[in-house]
């Protein structure tokens, strides 16, 4: 097979999905290329989407996202009134946040459809390999392209095959819906429950998400194990199988764009590294680099200009998060005495302020 694209996009999760819809909606042709045959299957996210206001306030320079984040109400699962930060003796800390709860898998799909809409292409099952004199080898064959966007993911084989930097120190993920009423509020648990960052409980209707990361450097032990610990101490009643993956932990790369190519949401380090957040900065960058790669084609427009409008928007506070993340490691991380001590210093004003990518001490 054989294809011709103005725009190649890898991978259709958030970012790749609006990356796609923007470019397509300025008249480019689009073609989006994912590995697995159906989009956002299986379920590898905490499914947690906080309010726009929540998302303008982590990163006041992304001017109006209003309308990125309008998304139809049949996707908003469960309002989410709080964020409940559990210490490892048990005693809970309650967090003013908003957000909602959402199916990943339809929401991802939906991302796709208003993509479908503005003319992309979609094709499923289809593995990128590498680059080779402005073509793509994939496993349905060659796809030749003007610009590549690679949108695929922590490990991304896109950044890789461009020569830009990749992400180093990501640390893995678990998560499983299990079934039961919850109360709605996140519930994030620190401690020796999930060395070096948190398990969680995050409400849907009749079920929730629940989770288990961790940082390697501060355990042997596998993921698995420490998910049926968390699952047992709970009495989760776990009803799918356990998905995983990595969560890029040291913020946004240093470099997004190389020669007709940029990278863009996971593969681009725009993840909070102090809560492994990520979908909110795969939509708003989403949009600037589809929106970038289009102008280029039509009238030659820098692609660095994306990356210029990505330092603006995320350096800042990914660079805070990961020093307060950091901080974490060092300090309160090791031990659940420790852990303890530190969570009841900062205090839920203090707390509040390191998910929200803000300075814990002035
Ligand atoms: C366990 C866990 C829980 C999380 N919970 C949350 C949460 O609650 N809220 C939040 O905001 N963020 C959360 N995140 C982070 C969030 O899931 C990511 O930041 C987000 O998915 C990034 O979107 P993306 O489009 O960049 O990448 P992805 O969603 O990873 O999409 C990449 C796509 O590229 C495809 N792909 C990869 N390689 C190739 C290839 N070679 N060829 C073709 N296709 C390829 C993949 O199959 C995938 O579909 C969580 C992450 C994990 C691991």
Redesign the pocket.
Known sequence: MMIKTDILV????????TAAKYAAAKGASVTI????PK?GVPV???????SAEEISGMFPNAGDITSLFDMPDNLKVREIEGIKLVDPKGRERLLDFTGYTTD?DRF?RHLISEAEKEGAELITG????NTENGKAI?SVGEIEYKIIIG????????ARSLGLPRNVNSYP???AQASGDFEPYVQMFFGGIAPGAYSWI?PKKGQA?V?V?FSPKFTNGTLSDYFEKFRAKHSLRVTTEL?????PSEGMLPRLVSGNGMI????AG??IPVN???????IIA?RICGETAADSIADGRSLTEYQNECEKIFRRPLKTAAYNKRMADIFAFGSDRRTGICMKMLGPRRMGNLIRCKRIFP
Do not use: W
Request: overall charge positive; hydrophobic content about 30%.
């Open positions: 890898v991978g259709s999760g958030p970012a790749g999905g290329i994912e590995r697995r989009v590898r996210c905490g499914e947690l989407i906080p990943r991802d289809c593995l990128f390999k994939t949108a695929d993911g922590p490990g991304s084989k896109v993920a678990v998560t995050i998400n989770g990361g998905e995983g993956k990595y969560v863009v949401g996971d593969s725009q993840v492994g957040g990520g979908i909110p900065l795969a989403g």
